[in-house]
């Protein structure tokens, strides 16, 4: 990664603002989509700062000035001066997805957007807000972490009973009926994924759903780094062959 993708909460935060005119604006407009609050001078609780001016000597002096306060900037149109840049945005709160291109084209991350809006339900945010409300539930039938995370990898998945991607009903409906369903799993199990070539593009989707479901990663020295980062980040990588006392949890053998 070329940037550390994070999601910053401004709900009552002062944010800086730079400039004026339609840059500017449709900064202003973020903003205060997050809830943040537009200030046009260094404050007291200001952390980041937006700069949208057209000159390109004044956007750079005022990125410098601003960075030498600590804060963190970005400047409208020109990534080489930005700390942080702001993604495309696909809004379906509680959810966010943001595409982001280091900067490289803002059409192109606009072109992915405008994909994704077509793919992901309208009504995503209200199983996220049920998903939410669920915890407790899901808890005191799952107690252990991993049967909680086996539990949703098996609802949330293509064809699950949650699966995101399905026009859905009423949300809460749909996830107390998937945990009153779901049977208590426990215990260790072995899945092996024999591996077609180094390139992660040749992982078949079902490989990748495995991938992102496994609680230990056994793989051999000569596995591609970009395979293994296709899994799930938590996962424990082991470099050798599985045990025959297995883990507890889902255990991934790459071949």
């Known amino acids: 990664m070329e940037a550390l993708p994070i999601f910053v909460r401004l709900a009552g935060q002062p944010v800086l603002l730079v400039g004026d005119g339609e840059a500017a604006d449709a900064k202003a407009r973020l903003i205060e989509a997050a809830g943040g609050r537009i200030v046009r001078a260094v404050a007291p609780g200001v952390r980041l700062a937006f700069v949208a001016l057209d000159d390109e000597a004044d956007a750079a002096a005022a990125a410098a000035e601003l960075k030498a306060t600590g804060l963190l900037v970005n400047v409208v ?121 180094a390139d992660p593009d040749d992982l078949t989707l079902r490989q990748l759903r495995r991938l992102n479901q496994a609680d230990t990663l056994f793989h051999g020295p000569g596995v591609a780094p970009a395979i293994l980062d296709r899994a799930r980040r938590d996962a424990l990588r082991v470099c050798g062959n599985p045990p025959a006392d297995l883990p507890p949890g889902r255990s991934i053998w790459l071949r």
């Open 77 to 197: 149109d020109r990534p080489a001066l930005c700390d942080f840049t702001v993604p495309a945005i696909v809004d379906r709160s509680p959810v966010l997805v943001a595409i982001g291109t280091g900067g490289a084209s803002a059409t192109l991350a606009k072109a992915l957007r405008e994909r994704f809006e077509a793919l992901l339900p309208a009504t995503l945010g209200e199983l996220a807000r049920a998903i939410r409300g669920a915890r407790r539930a899901v808890t005191a039938r799952h107690p252990a972490p991993a049967d909680r995370r086996r539990f949703w990898d098996a609802a949330l998945a293509p064809g699950g009973r949650l699966d995101p991607f399905a026009a859905a009903g009423d949300a809460e409906v749909a996830v107390a009926a998937a945990i009153a369903d779901a049977a208590v799993e426990g215990g260790a199990t072995l899945v092996m994924i024999e591996l077609a070539s």
